[in-house]
C-alpha cells in the first residue's frame, strides 16, 4: 500500500502539491487525475523518492521509497519513457537495470515478451516510436516483478491495440494482488481501467472514492424526452407542465428536451396527464470525463485563448426555463462548459480567485496556500443542467507490429 500524509512540494515559491493525504491498495487499479500542472509528477516523484517533500510523508508498505530493502524488486514505475539512453538497444537498457538491481538476466527477455518488443529487442532505442517507447519503459518497471506499481500517461502514444494491452495489463497486475496507481488524461481508458480515483487540482485532493461514486458525486442524472416533431403544441404544453412540477429543462440540438430534477415515471406521468403523446423518454447517466470536467473546472491552470474568446469561462446560461411569456428553451452547452457538481463537492465553488478550502496544515508548518494560478472563473450556481453524455470509446483490436507473449509469471 501506498500512504501519503500531509504531504507538501513547494519549489521555491511554487507550491506543487499541498497537504495531500492518501492511501492507494493493493487488489485494485487506482487512477489519478487532475489538469495539467495539478502536481500528480511531483507527488509521484516523491513516492517514489526522487523529491523529497517539503512536509509530510508518503511510504511505500509503511516504508519511505529510499529506506526499502531492495527497492526495484518492491516498487517499478514508468515516469519517463523518454528517460532511456538512446544509443543503447532495449534489450541492453533492460539489462543494466537489471543488473544494478541483481535480477537475473531471462527476467529481461521475459518482459520484453510480456511488453512485445522481442522482435526488435537489439535495436538501438533512439529510433524507437513513442508507442516502443512507452512499452520500453513498462518493460523496466515490470522487471523487478514488484508488487507496488506506478504509471505516469502510460498509454501516452500508444495505437488502440496498445491502450487495450495496457488496460487489461494494469487489470492483470491488480488482479493478482498488486498495488497499481496510473495517472492518465484519457478519462475514458481510465473509467475502463480504474475501480478507484484520487483527483487532485493545485496540488490538493479533490476527490478520493471509487470511480461509480464519483461519477454519481459530481453528476446528476437526467432524461431525454422527445414529443412528435408535426405537434409543436404538444412540446409546448409539457414543457409548461414539467416547469410547474420543478423540473429544469434544457433543448438538445435535435429539438428534444433534457430534464432534471424528476424522475422517469413522474415525467411520463405528467406528460399523461397533460395528454401529450412521447416519442422518447430515455434515462442518461454522466461520463467520468464529463464528471471530472465538473468537478475541477475552477482548477484548471491552463486554457485556450480561443476556449476565453468564445466566452467558455464565463457564466453559463441559466438552467431554468423561460417565463412563459418568452417561449425560449435555453440550449444545453455543447462543449468548455460543464455543470457543477452538486453543492459541497466542489472546493473550487467558494469563489473566483480563491485557493480551495484546505484542510489545516501539518503542525509546525505555515498556513499557506499553494500559489495563485489565473482567477479562477466565477462559481457557477448549483447544477440544472447536463451535458450530452459521451460513451467510452471502445478501442479496437487492430493488427499491432509489436506483439506481446503471455506473461509468463
Ligand atoms: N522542479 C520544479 N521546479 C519548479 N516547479 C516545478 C518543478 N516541478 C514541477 N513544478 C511545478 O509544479 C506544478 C505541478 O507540476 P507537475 O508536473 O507535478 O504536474 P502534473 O499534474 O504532473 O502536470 P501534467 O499533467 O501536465 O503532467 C507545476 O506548476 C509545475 O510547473
Known amino acids: ?106 527476467r529481461v ?17 533512439k529510433g524507437f516510436s513513442l508507442g516502443m517507447g512507452q512499452r520500453l519503459g513498462i518493460a523496466a518497471a515490470l522487471l523487478g516483478d514488484p508488487q507496488v506499481l506506478l504509471f505516469d500517461e502510460p498509454v501516452n502514444g500508444l495505437d488502440p491495440e496498445g491502450i487495450l494491452w495496457v488496460r487489461n495489463l494494469m487489470k492483470a497486475l491488480a488482479a493478482e494482488g498488486r498495488t497499481v496507481f496510473v495517472s492518465s488524461h484519457l478519462m475514458s481508458e481510465m473509467a475502463l481501467t ?21 461519477i454519481s458525486a ?16 404538444q412540446r409546448e404544453k409539457l414543457l409548461s407542465v414539467l416547469a410547474e412540477a420543478g423540473g429544469q429543462v434544457l433543448s438538445e440540438p435535435d429539438g428534444a428536451l433534457r430534464v432534471t430534477g424528476l424522475p422517469l415515471p413522474r415525467i411520463s406521468d ?42 467558455l469561462m464565463q457564466q453559463p446560461p441559466p438552467g431554468h426555463l423561460p417565463p412563459p411569456q418568452q417561449p425560449v428553451i435555453p440550449e444545453v452547452p455543447q462543449q468548455g462548459w460543464y455543470a457543477p457538481p452538486p453543492p459541497g463537492q466542489n472546493p473550487y465553488a467558494d469563489g473566483p480567485g480563491r485557493p480551495p478550502a484546505a484542510a489545516p496544515p501539518a503542525p509546525g508548518t505555515p498556513a499557506q496556500a499553494p500559489a495563485a494560478g489565473p482567477p479562477l472563473p466565477q462559481a457557477p450556481p448549483p447544477p440544472q443542467v447536463q451535458p450530452a453524455p459521451q460513451t467510452p470509446p471502445q478501442p479496437a483490436a487492430a493488427p499491432a507490429d509489436f506483439r506481446k507473449n503471455e506473461d509468463p509469471r
Not at 51 to 65: C, E, L, N
Not at 194 to 214: C, N, P
Open 1 to 106: 500500500m501506498i500512504e501519503a500524509v500531509g504531504l507538501t512540494k513547494r519549489y521555491g515559491a511554487k507550491t506543487a502539491v499541498y497537504n495531500l493525504s492518501f492511501q492507494v491498495r493493493p487488489g485494485t487499479v487506482t487512477g489519478f487525475l487532475g489538469p495539467n500542472g495539478s502536481g500528480k509528477s511531483t507527488t509521484m516523484r516523491m513516492i517514489l523518492g526522487l523529491d523529497r517533500p517539503t512536509s509530510g510523508q508518503v511510504t511505500i508498505g509503511g516504508h519511505p521509497y529510499r529506506q526499502l530493502p531492495n527497492a526495484p524488486r518492491q516498487v517499478g514505475a514508468l515516469l519517463d519513457a523518454k528517460a532511456v539512453h538512446g544509443g543503447r538497444s532495449a534489450r541492453s537498457h533492460l539489462l543494466s537495470l537489471a543488473q544494478l538491481a541483481g535480477i537475473p538476466a531471462r
Open 109 to 125: 527477455d521475459e518482459v520484453l515478451g510480456v511488453v512485445g518488443l522481442q522482435s526488435v529487442a537489439k535495436k538501438r532505442s
Open 194 to 214: 480504474a475501480e478507484h480515483l484520487i483527483v487532485i487540482g493545485r496540488g490538493q485532493l479533490m476527490a478520493d472514492m471509487s470511480v461509480k461514486d464519483f
Open 218 to 233: 459530481n453528476s446528476a442524472d437526467f432524461a431525454r424526452v422527445r414529443t412528435p416533431e408535426t405537434e409543436p403544441a
Open 270 to 311: 405528467l406528460a399523461h396527464g397533460a395528454d401529450v403523446r412521447l416519442w422518447e423518454l430515455s434515462p442518461h447517466q454522466a461520463s467520468l470525463e464529463e464528471a471530472y470536467m465538473r468537478l475541477t473546472q475552477g482548477a484548471v491552470d491552463y486554457r485556450s485563448t480561443d476556449d476565453q474568446k468564445a466566452g
